[in-house]
């Protein structure tokens, strides 16, 4: 059992696993549909951008994925994915890296990934409430990550043909798209989600590919309930 700070608690996840989460660093139902829109294949190599707690990696696990690298900006969350690892002994399936994604790194080389996942800051500068937490702020506000740094970062990172996952307010759908062909990756699968019938989406999902060919697959609504 991995030492656990006052604020952090254990949740469960399928397949047995278990998370360290925490105020600052835990997850939402956003990430948990990107896992399952991002469909990890068996072999790819992942790279998953402003990981957090590491939902994302830890879900993949329960696969025959290759090799996996979460990358986080903030020390506490790259510790608290490194107890969650440990605590499920995938310490030798997970990378973990500390860095600042707009920034190069040797764990990170260029055209080294199959597919890249981003729950990316959904509120562009000047816009939505910030919140009071450092951590907060930086996942939920273009703070210290903009929409542009996450797709070019991508872009870097993949290789050709490689997909490139994120989820965003839809919203900001335009800006995503005219973002992603900016940077050579063509939106190849759109999917909205809902909370229930009737009402309107509350998150877009979009899957890009590096290098590929113009044309846009729109799957049926996904509803929660």
Known sequence: MPNLLPDEHLEPLRGGLQIVVSPAHTFSADSLLLAEFAAIRKRDKACDLGTGCGILPLLWCKGESGPITAVDIQKDACVQLEKSLALNKLEHRVTVVCADLRQKHPLL???GFDLVTMNPPYYAAGTGKESAEESGRLARHET???LEDAVAAAARLLKNGGRFCLCQKPERLTDVLCTLRAHKLEPKRLRFAAHAAGKAPFL????????ANPGLQVAPL???Q
Do not use: D, I, Q, S
């Open 109 to 111: 080389p260029a055209g």
């Open 144 to 146: 210290a990550c903009t």
């Open 204 to 211: 877009v999902l979009v899957e890009a590919k590096r290098g």
């Open 222 to 224: 996904l509803v929660l």
